[in-house]
């Protein structure tokens, strides 16, 4: 066992792998981000409020009809990609000529009404939601003890931000999405729906957020701020990932979860800034982001 | 409710035409956390006991008039000393009660001073109200750092939990706690073997909890509060704190996190206060009036809710004593000089350094087997006589009390 800056590397490993837990959290919200930004220009405020109503819906499923967590994993981020749908129908669909402005203005105005009516319905001291059973308890590494949840939760969001990364880079359908928000009119002369194309992946964009707060209910608060807490860091993570890169931010929530998890050990009182610190430098150096496009 | 402070008003108006009866008009405000972590301890709570203290008091002394208003700080001392100034100078509040986060407590007692209204602290909690901040216009109400220290730590060292591991919120209130609770421990010969101080807020705490078990203490000290502590203890049961030997103590935890966190999660935890609904009939008969009127089913009063409500039946009789509510300093005087009595905390006084005195509890929360019916949460294990549950006059440094 050997001290790097006076801190055993035992403990430092331990939090390196915190750190990387924390950063599948940011990478699953930020891709959800990025997707929308990327594919619709919609700066998504309300993702913080989707990511709490998945958590809600997994809490509300297990309370009202007895479905416990596995469940939930599918039918809560279905529930509220409908929402999503729902919401892009009646209101964003008339927003994406404008300025990135009106989006941005109207997702923040349904955050704080989604956020003020669950707060008026369940208070703010948080709901109660267990670890299920099969993921209880955890292994000694020997520099830490693991638990199995968190182990889960980073392979999901590793094979979630593959997969998502995947079917938009490498596939047809990613290839049709990513030409449909560059020349839409040119597609649609195709005879690809795109209208409906671009509804459909922002009801995605908000069941990956919703999918991320199913994961967060047994460990976090389930309370309706948790997901205005998060909302700010994963804004940070994808302006310094670039705003249109989807493995940029998967690849920066991950980054910034380590180096934020390194700060908790070193100087625990700035942890909270450090995301915002380097987004400010990262921002002097490349305007774009890390792999961001020049626009 | 208002219906009956209308019914008041006429009667006050009718007696004033009569006899020389003379009006007193009060204007209270109650500034709390109406949206964040504290809103449950505090908030829209808050304001129910507060009506519900404005109505009892007004049907007994119809001579009495009384506006409430309320306000959200939002756990910011700048929006805190901003709503105040408002009140204050603008809306002519005579009182400000409740305000949880120290914080925005310690601030809003300056102004209070400067403008000789008076502050009514039944949220927060650093003993430093009633030490070197102290001053002639702030009483400090239902609870402090010092008496939670000298509860549950004391209480932990001597049975058998010598060896102490601080997780601290890092704002005022955090650091009160951590001070008071490592004295306390220190005095009873235990040892403090480190702490991490996290921002207010936090949502994960595997980072520190890891560095808590690397210091292998007995107890895990948890100098935080709301949505702070409830994420640490649920974490705990993640990392199987529990299991490897360590115990959290929860040095400020109230009847709405144990219902959060559940009783699977909170059993065992040891914690004190100085009011639980379920002690004797008339807290449970107020209890159901509190329920009625906040109508948000299946929550509890916490100590903090009922210490406006006693809180505000004690000044409103301190102003009736002097006709007047306008001098902040001479209404404390009184309050000070009147012994306090209200169904739910008893007989108790208002010292000279503005700390109010009374007993104080030690619980430990139930198994879910023992839990007979929605908030029934705690065994009392014990009861601190309120000449002991306080910190003593003289070792408080406060300005008020020299010599």
Redesign the interface.
């Known amino acids: 066992m050997f001290e790097i800056f006076g801190i055993p590397s035992t403990a430092l490993f331990g939090q390196l792998l915190i750190g990387l837990i924390n950063g599948s959290f940011y990478a699953l919200l930020s891709l959800g981000l990025a997707v929308i930004f990327g594919m619709l220009n919609i700066i998504n405020f309300s993702h913080g409020a989707q990511y709490m109503l998945g958590a809600f819906a997994a809490y509300l499923l297990l309370q009202y009809s007895g479905l416990g967590y596995w469940p939930a994993l599918i039918i809560a981020p279905v529930l509220v990609g409908i929402t999503g749908v729902i919401v892009e129908r009646l209101f964003l669909q008339w927003l994406y000529k404008l300025d990135h402005l009106y989006g941005l203005l109207l997702t923040f105005g349904l955050a704080l009404i989604i956020e003020g009516v669950a707060r008026n319905y369940f208070g703010s001291a948080g709901l109660p939601y267990t670890v299920p059973e099969s993921l209880q308890g955890g292994r000694n590494l020997g520099f830490m003890f693991l638990p199995n949840y968190r182990a889960w939760v980073i392979v999901a969001s590793l094979a979630i931000c593959f997969g998502t990364w995947f079917v938009i880079e490498r596939t047809r359908l990613g290839a049709n999405l990513r030409a449909a928000t560059e020349n839409p009119t040119l597609v649609r002369a195709f005879g690809i729906n795109v209208p409906r194309m671009i509804t459909l992946t922002y009801g995605f964009g908000v069941a990956l957020a919703a999918f991320a707060g199913v994961m967060a209910a047994p460990i976090y608060n389930v309370s309706p701020q948790m997901g205005s807490e998060l909302i700010i860091v994963v804004f940070a993570v994808v302006v310094i990932g670039g705003m249109g890169s989807i493995l940029g931010a998967i690849v920066t929530g991950f980054g910034l979860g380590v180096i934020e998890g390194l700060t908790k050990v070193f100087f625990p009182e700035a942890s909270n800034t450090v995301i915002f610190v380097i987004m400010a430098i990262v921002l002097l150096v490349r305007p774009a982001g890390l792999f961001g496009r020049r626009a | 409710m208002r219906k009956i402070l209308g019914l008041a008003a006429l009667t006050a108006a009718l007696a004033c035409s009569g006899a020389n009866a003379q009006q007193v008009n009060v204007k209270i405000g109650v500034l709390s956390d109406m949206?964040?972590?504290y809103?449950?301890?505090a908030?829209p709570g808050s304001v129910v006991s507060a009506k519900l203290a404005i109505a009892d008091f007004t049907k007994a002394n119809p001579g009495v008039k009384v506006e409430l208003i309320s306000g959200d700080h939002q756990n910011k001392p700048d929006i805190g000393s901003q709503l105040a100034n408002q009140w204050y100078d603008v809306d002519k509040v005579d009182l400000i009660i409740d305000t949880p986060n120290s914080g925005v407590a310690l601030a809003v007692s300056q102004i209070t001073a400067t403008k000789n209204k008076l502050f009514i602290v039944s949220g927060a909690a650093a003993s430093d109200l009633t030490g070197p901040k102290c001053n002639a216009n702030t009483i400090h109400w239902t609870y402090d750092t010092w008496m939670l220290a000298n509860g549950t730590g004391k209480a932990l060292v001597k049975t058998g939990g010598d060896t102490w591991f601080f997780l601290t919120a890092?704002y005022a209130f955090g650091h009160a706690l951590e001070r008071d609770t490592m004295a306390a421990v220190e005095k009873n010969n235990g040892k403090v073997l480190g702490k991490?101080?996290?921002?207010l807020?936090?949502?994960?705490f595997?980072?520190?909890l890891?560095?808590a078990?690397?210091s292998k203490a007995k107890i895990i000290g948890l100098a935080n509060a709301?949505?702070d502590t409830?994420?640490a203890i649920?974490?705990g049961?993640?990392?199987?704190i529990v299991k490897?030997g360590q115990k959290f103590a929860g040095l400020l935890v109230f009847a709405?996190?144990v219902?959060?966190?559940?009783l699977?999660?909170a059993q065992g935890l040891t914690l004190t206060e100085t009011w639980y609904w379920d002690m004797n009939d008339a807290n449970r008969d107020w209890t159901k009036r509190w329920q009625a009127e906040r109508k948000?089913a299946g929550?509890f009063p916490t100590m903090v809710q009922a210490g406006v409500y006693s809180g505000i039946t004690h000044y409103l009789k301190a102003v009736v004593a002097l006709k007047s509510a306008a001098d902040g300093k001479a209404v404390v005087a009184k309050m000070k000089e009147l012994p306090t009595d209200d169904p739910l905390f008893g007989k108790g006084t208002v010292r000279a350094d503005g700390r109010k005195l009374h007993p104080a509890y030690l619980f430990e929360v139930k198994a879910p087997s023992e839990s007979k019916y929605p908030g029934d949460f705690y065994n009392m294990r014990a009861m601190v006589p309120a000449d002991e549950a306080f910190r003593p006059l003289h070792e408080g440094f406060c300005p008020l009390v020299s010599g």
């Open positions: 949206s964040s972590l809103s449950d301890i908030g890092d991490v101080r996290h921002p807020n936090t949502n994960d595997s980072s520190f890891l560095q078990q690397a709301g949505g409830i994420n649920k974490a049961a993640e990392f199987g490897g709405s996190d219902n959060a966190l559940g699977q999660t948000a929550k």
